[in-house]
């Protein structure tokens, strides 16, 4: 692949996070939250030795910022917002060691995993050791984060079973494949979003808005991901590209293939195709821009969701999510693909600029 493409198609996301950053003058949370997120790695225990700092390093903080920036955007009470932050991301990097034991992972970020390093038992161990320290950094919060942390755990835990029940079967609905990224993925920003609002002392009906937007906007982030899966690379993602289709985890893409061309995909299936063609078969049959609407429709709920909590200090993130979305696009299509995705790209800028005309 040339520079030229290479940069093209990976314009960095970090940049729109800073801007969240920057705007919600978060920075000075964000390293309280990296300080002690590093002291439940250095315990001088058996568990924290299983896990390195590095790993720990590498996440975004996603979730925290969201969490973090919706609080600031109503409030400048920094007490409690560390602790809960935290907790947000250590059950998030609990997450992230279970699925490498499922999908015995044995990189992640170009680095060894702690199933591959130690064993699946002692990852998983490991994991759970993670999930206890969320508690513990919570444990002096309102009763409410708590409760809000454990429900999204919970919710995680169940759409992660509803994934392993449709392991292997391209018949899943899409019903149920929904369903399972609601918890899997959707709960920590669903419930990340309404503690930043409970922390940010937002009223009653503004707490229903917040919840809505981290729904939407987690789903919106899985199916983008989904994509990603499909159409970035090895090099870009730090992991095997089309690695959901080997794993027989049938995503978005995938199940609507199999309703629109089930003989298209039994095909593949079958061996008779080659599995290096699906990002070009999934172009030509229409999937990838019924995908982009699909897509699309998620990220104007999510957004519609935050007008309804009407504050408008808010609107620094959705101007973060619809850049979120137009960079993943520049991540996952490549450029030789995009005119064929012209319609949808410029129904998606149309759309946006009509919503949001009094944001820029």
């Known amino acids: ?159 992660q079973q509803l994934e392993l029940q449709d392991q292997h079967n391209p018949n899943r609905s899409i019903k149920s494949y929904l369903k399972a990224i609601e918890g899997k993925t959707a709960a920590l920003f669903q419930k990340g979003t309404l503690i930043g609002g409970i922390l940010g002392n937002y009223n009653q009906s503004q707490l229903l808005y917040l919840e809505k937007f981290g729904q939407y906007f987690g789903v919106f982030y899985q199916l983008m991901d989904d994509l990603l899966d499909i159409y970035s690379s090895q090099e870009l993602l730090q992991k095997d590209v089309l690695k959901d289709f080997y794993e027989g985890n049938f995503t978005y893409p995938y199940l609507l293939l199999k309703e629109q061309n089930p003989y298209l995909m039994t095909s593949i299936l079958s061996h008779n195709i080659d599995y290096a063609q699906i990002p070009k078969l999934l172009i030509q049959e229409g999937i990838t821009a019924k995908m982009l609407r699909f897509i699309h429709s998620h990220l104007l709920k999510s957004l519609r969701s935050l007008d309804k909590v009407k504050q408008p200090s808010l609107d620094p993130i959705k101007v973060f999510c619809f850049n979120f979305l137009k960079d993943s696009i520049d991540l996952q299509v490549n450029p030789v693909d995009r005119p064929k995705l012209k319609f949808i790209l410029n129904k998606i800028d149309k759309d946006y600029n009509k919503l949001n005309k009094d944001v820029f």
Not at 39 to 65: C, G, H, Q, Y
Not at 123 to 132: E, F, I, K, P
Request: net charge positive.
């Open 1 to 159: 692949m040339s520079k030229l493409i290479l940069y093209v198609i990976f314009r960095p996301m970090r940049p729109k996070l800073s801007s969240l950053i920057n705007t919600y003058q978060i920075s000075d949370l964000l390293a309280a939250v990296d300080q002690l997120i590093q002291a439940t790695v250095l315990e001088p225990n058996i568990n924290s030795r299983l896990i390195k700092p590095d790993f720990l390093k590498k996440s975004k903080k996603l979730r925290p910022i969201l969490c973090l920036s919706v609080a600031r955007a109503n409030s400048n009470n920094n007490d409690p917002l560390v602790q809960a932050a935290t907790a947000l991301e250590l059950l998030h990097q609990s997450s992230l060691i279970h699925d490498d034991i499922i999908d015995k992972s044995l990189t992640r970020h170009n680095q060894p995993t702690i199933n591959a390093n130690y064993g699946s038992a002692k990852a998983l161990v490991g994991g759970d050791y993670l999930v206890g320290q969320a508690f513990l950094s919570s444990s002096e919060l309102d009763p409410r984060i708590n409760y809000q942390l454990a429900t999204s755990y919970i919710m995680m835990c169940e759409g």
